[in-house]
Structures are given as structure tokens and as C-alpha cells.
T-cell receptor, first 115, second 111 residues
């Protein structure tokens, strides 16, 4: 069964540095999402992406964050000037045409540790 | 404020028993309500999705209900198995493609 894959599984970065988290959604999917889960807390929606543009974003997704689909297969989340509080598990998800009422398929996440 | 509240926080049951997890929400405008299962260290896996007009939906031993008037949902697990041990997360979607997660119920099924 096709899967959403995320790389790396664990990323360690110095505070203030930029980090790019990578995701390969399922190939025929058209809607893409990023979520984060701080240790011990609930999953939080960051952003949804369709047709090469952001369709929705949360209050968390400020100018520090950006998303891109650079080559038709990868979907990336860039975090600039990382802070200690950016340490979290970041999940990518995708779903096919039909958007909001389709089940999302999640990757297993990238654990981001900011030192 | 858009919120999703789940209860109980954690639950221990014996293998073979049934259980029911609760979800209350205040998300508006409502699009759909989802239940996910999340194993430790893994991404969430979709169990059910219900829109405003759906009262109940089943997926194997999982049955979800939705009361859109009272903004409540439940997830009933029948004949629990050890592999059901996981966190169960209620997620409510607001138009369009914006999602609010509950904190989850951590279920532990013991032999």
C-alpha cells in the first residue's frame, strides 16, 4: 500500500539555524498538510496546500515557516531561525482529490530537536 | 474558540471487553469529524470520517457516532484486542481544510 514518507526521521539543529523537513506524499494525492506535535501535547495543524498554494494555515504558521512543492513529488517545510520551542515531531499528510472529506494519510514524522 | 475535548484521558480495559471514547467540540463552521488511531512513534491512521448528515459510521470493530446538534461524538470499540492499545484522537475539520485535534485518549488493553 502506498505510504507517505518523511525524511529524516530525526533532525538535530542548532538554535538559529534553518531546517528543511522533507515529505514524499502518495503519488496521486493532491492535498498536502503539515502538522506538529510537541512532546506530550496534542497534534496541531500548521498548513494545508493545494494546487501549488497554501489553502489554509494556523496561527502557528507565521513568517518563520514556509512550504514548497519544488519538483512535483516532494513537499517541504522550511523553518527559519529555529527556536528551542520548535522542537517537536512534525507530521506530513496527504489526501487525494475530494479534499476535506477524504481520509488523510500520515507519514511517521520527523523528530526535530533544537539545541 | 475552536476546541476539541476528549475523555477519558486514559483507559485500561481487559482484552475482549468493549469501550467507548468521547469527544466534544466547539469548532465552527463544521465540515467533518474524524477519528484516528495513533500508535506510539507512528503517524495517525484514519478510522472514520463523518460529515454533518451522518450519525454513525463503522470500520470493523470501530463504530463512531456523531450528534451535530449537541456537538458530541463517540468511538465504540468492540471486543478489544491487544493491538488496540494506542492513542485515539478526535479531529474536527472546519471549512476549508483546517483541522482541530483533541488531546487523545490513551487506551491500554491488557490480557
Amino acid at each position: 500500500e502506498p505510504e507517505v514518507t518523511q525524511t529524516p526521521s530525526h533532525q538535530v539543529t542548532q538554535m538559529g539555524q534553518e531546517v528543511i523537513l522533507r515529505c514524499v506524499p502518495i503519488s496521486n494525492h493532491l492535498y498536502f498538510y503539515w502538522y506538529r506535535q510537541i512532546l506530550g501535547q496534542k497534534v496541531e495543524f500548521l498548513v494545508s496546500f493545494y494546487n501549488n498554494e497554501i489553502s489554509e494555515k494556523s496561527e502557528i504558521f507565521d513568517d518563520q515557516f514556509s512550504v514548497e512543492r519544488p519538483d512535483g513529488s516532494n513537499f517541504t517545510l522550511k523553518i527559519r531561525s529555529t527556536k528551542l520551542e520548535d522542537s517537536a515531531m512534525y507530521f506530513c499528510a496527504s489526501n487525494p482529490l475530494g479534499g476535506g472529506n477524504q481520509p488523510q494519510h500520515f507519514g511517521d514524522g520527523t523528530r526535530l530537536s533544537i539545541l | 474558540k475552536n476546541q476539541v475535548e476528549q475523555s477519558p484521558q486514559s483507559l485500561i480495559i481487559l482484552e475482549g471487553k468493549n469501550c467507548t471514547l468521547q469527544c466534544n467540540y466547539t469548532v465552527s463552521p463544521f465540515s467533518n469529524l474524524r477519528w484516528y488511531k495513533q500508535d506510539t512513534g507512528r503517524g495517525p491512521v484514519s478510522l472514520t470520517i463523518m460529515t454533518f448528515s451522518e450519525n454513525t459510521k463503522s470500520n470493523g470493530r470501530y463504530t463512531a457516532t456523531l450528534d451535530a446538534d449537541t456537538k458530541q461524538s463517540s468511538l465504540h470499540i468492540t471486543a478489544s484486542q491487544l493491538s488496540d492499545s494506542a492513542s485515539y484522537i478526535c479531529v474536527v475539520s472546519a471549512y476549508f481544510n483546517k483541522f482541530y485535534f483533541g488531546s487523545g485518549t490513551k487506551l491500554n488493553v491488557k490480557p
